[in-house]
């Protein structure tokens, strides 16, 4: 079955402007997971969303946003970028909640921010 | 909220010795836990997890890890490394409470050297 999708694979931004990232669940699985991922920080999470219900939030300033759809799918926005915002952003699925259950990641979505 | 240390950002391995990585956790309740590899340039793949029952699990690519609740730790283990182990690898943690995300540590990066 299809993996974890991700779109897009790279995408160079400016300070400033938005970005919107997707994650296509694998089918089935109803709880998507967003982390960030930079060099010496490891995956730092972001957020989670279950049958589209938030129902976890990192640490992370009100800037950084995200839904999901009926269909499982997510969305994560990013407003008003700063050039740290600059990291590789991985979608994960799973069945169930994510900490009691096995996380399937997608190849991630990189953003470069100038 | 819980936490994972992984105290070893980089480790080199000659080629057919055993490899030992660390990881180290903080939640007040039953833990889940997992490893995680991510090759270059590719997302992250499920090595092991824990749940309940034997201490010592087996995962993919001979890797074996082992809960120690009295140390809060959660070792990978493998008695021989090949070349083709050299990648990142990221200790997490989750349970089976709800609201609980999937944490990860900042990762060690293995190197084998021939």
């Known amino acids: 079955k299809a993996g974890v999708t991700q779109t897009p694979r790279y995408l160079i931004k400016t300070r400033g402007q938005q970005v919107t990232l997707s994650c296509s669940p694998i089918?089935?699985?109803?709880?998507v997971s967003w982390y960030q991922q930079t060099p010496g920080q490891g995956l730092q999470f972001l957020f989670e969303?279950?049958?589209?219900?938030?129902?976890n939030k990192g640490n992370f300033p009100g800037r950084f946003s995200g839904r999901q759809f009926s269909n499982s799918r997510s969305e994560m926005n990013v407003s008003t970028l700063e050039l740290g915002d600059s990291a590789l952003y991985l979608c994960?699925?799973?069945?169930?909640?994510?900490?009691?259950?096995?996380?399937?990641f997608g190849a991630g979505s990189r953003l470069t921010v100038l | 909220a819980q936490s994972v240390t992984q105290p070893d950002i980089h480790i080199t391995v000659s080629e057919g010795a055993s490899l030992e990585l660390r990881c180290n956790y903080s939640?007040?309740?039953?833990?889940?836990l997992f490893w995680y590899v991510q090759s270059p340039g590719q997302g992250l793949q499920l090595l092991l997890k824990?749940?309940?029952?034997?201490?010592l699990v087996q995962g993919i690519k001979g890797f074996e890890a082992e809960f120690k609740r009295s140390q809060s730790s959660f070792n990978l283990r493998k008695p021989s490394v090949h070349w083709s182990d050299a990648a990142e690898y990221f200790c997490?943690?989750?349970?089976?409470?709800?609201?609980?995300?999937?944490?990860f540590g900042k990762g060690t990066t293995l190197s084998v050297s021939s």
């Open positions: 969303y279950f049958s589209e219900t938030q129902r």
């Open positions: 994960a699925s799973s069945l169930g909640l994510a900490g009691a259950n096995v996380l399937t």
């Open positions: 824990y749940f309940s029952g034997d201490t």
């Open positions: 089918s089935g699985h109803r709880s």
């Open positions: 939640y007040g309740a039953t833990p889940y």
């Open positions: 997490a943690v989750g349970a089976i409470q709800a609201g609980t995300a999937l944490i």
